[in-house]
């Protein structure tokens, strides 16, 4: 790591208490734009959530992130742990 903290973001569906990967290997300023970006199509019941990540995670793509997904289980606080979802972007 570089010195700056790395995030995942993370959609969050509290209605069905689901949550899929929508980015990670972020820095604070990546994720803030992105939140921006992305708060105002989000469909009622979903919300963005930035957690902290630690090491870089390997995976291309973050919906695939077996890291992240890990990341998010044992961080997260969620309770009770949302069951993970694969979403495509255009599903928030």
Same mark, same amino acid.
């Given at each position: 790591?570089?010195?700056? @903290?790395?995030? !995942? *973001? !993370? ?9 899929? !990967? ?27 959530? *930035? ?30 742990? @949302? ?10």
């Amino acid at each position: 790591m570089n010195g700056h @903290p790395l995030k !995942i *973001v !993370i959609l969050y569906h509290a209605t069905e208490n689901e949550y899929s !990967i929508s980015a990670h290997n972020q820095t604070a300023e990546e994720a803030e734009r992105l939140l921006a970006e992305w708060q105002p199509h989000l469909k009622p019941g979903f919300s963005l959530v *930035v957690m902290d990540q630690g090491e870089p995670h390997k995976a291309a793509e973050a919906a695939a992130c077996r890291a992240c997904r890990d990341t998010v289980r044992h961080r997260s606080g969620f309770a009770p742990m @949302p069951a993970f979802r694969r979403r495509r972007g255009h599903d928030r």
